[in-house]
């Protein structure tokens, strides 16, 4: 058993990183291609109330050339340390779309002819659990952090969800054009959320249903029997008190947008007089 050095995940491991990996940096920092710079200053509180700033210095290549520069400048700091590493698993992450589309290219990494993965913008790559990628997003650690959530508390998520509207493909608009009291057939109807016949006949379409089998139906299973029934009644069924349905409904009115719609009724010569509900 070893008696010297520290704990792994010990507090001062990050430290001790980046004492062990400044002579990388500054090789890279004093390279010809240096790549871009760019520097984050973050403000640290202190006990004695002042204010100082910690500095945090990033380089990003801008071409190919600059990049294969500093990765021979990384695999000998490799070899200089006897540091292994698996450089087939180097990925590239870019902003540039039209090398993005390649998705894979060669490139060297000091004196090794490597094939490497392209990520866009958008997606990441896992770096010792941390997920980074080209933009300022973090699409790909939350989706990660979802799933392990929905996993972790045994989560379960539908999407079957069933939406059942009754309708049909015959508007009754169209069989209750009732001059006298068109406007209050409407508002009945609509109460009572009917707008196909289909939804009111039998399922063979050749019976008018019995009321009392509309009402059962409904949310509101109150009321006589309203007038627009009656409507219907007289004038789309046979007049021996069957129900029977007078219309052939064969052909569907709506069958889509395109559709030529039923014509307008001749305009009506006399005067239209709306009763409005009973009192």
Not at 103 to 124: C, D, H, S, T, V
Not at 264 to 273: A, F, G, W
Request: proline fraction near 6%; aromatic fraction near 10%; charged fraction near 20%.
């Amino acid at each position: 058993m070893s008696k010297t050095g520290i704990d792994q995940g010990e507090s001062i491991c990050p430290l001790l990183w980046v004492i062990y990996y400044d002579p990388i940096f500054k090789a890279i920092n004093n390279s010809p291609f240096p790549g871009i710079s760019y520097q984050v200053n973050i403000p640290t509180h202190i006990p004695q109330d002042d204010i100082y700033s910690m500095r945090l210095q990033h380089k990003i290549q801008d071409n190919i050339d600059t990049l294969e520069h500093n990765l021979a400048i990384t695999d000998d700091f490799y070899q200089l340390t006897n540091i292994k590493i698996n450089k087939d698993k180097t990925t590239l992450l870019t902003n540039n779309k039209k090398l993005a589309e390649k998705q894979r290219m060669n490139i060297y990494f000091g004196n090794n002819l490597i094939e490497i993965n392209i990520l866009p913008i958008g997606k990441a790559t896992r770096i010792l659990g941390v997920y980074l990628s080209a933009d300022i997003y973090n699409k790909e650690t939350i989706l990660k952090f979802t799933k392990w959530l929905i996993t972790f508390y045994n989560l379960s998520v539908s999407t079957n969800f069933q939406f059942k509207v009754k309708g049909g493909v015959s508007p009754i608009s169209y069989y209750i054009i009732d001059p006298k009291c068109l406007y209050s057939h409407i508002n009945s109807l609509r109460q009572k959320v009917i707008m196909f016949l289909n939804q009111i006949i039998t399922i063979d379409s050749a019976y008018l249903l019995e009321y009392n089998e509309i009402k059962a139906s409904l949310t509101n299973k109150t009321g006589h029997t309203p007038r627009w029934y009656k409507f219907l009644q007289e004038h789309i069924t046979l007049q021996n008190n069957s129900n029977r349905l007078n219309i052939d409904l064969g052909h569907k009115l709506i069958q889509n947008p395109c559709v030529q719609r039923p014509k307008v009724p001749l305009p009506q010569t006399d005067p239209i007089s709306h009763t409005g509900k009973p009192k």
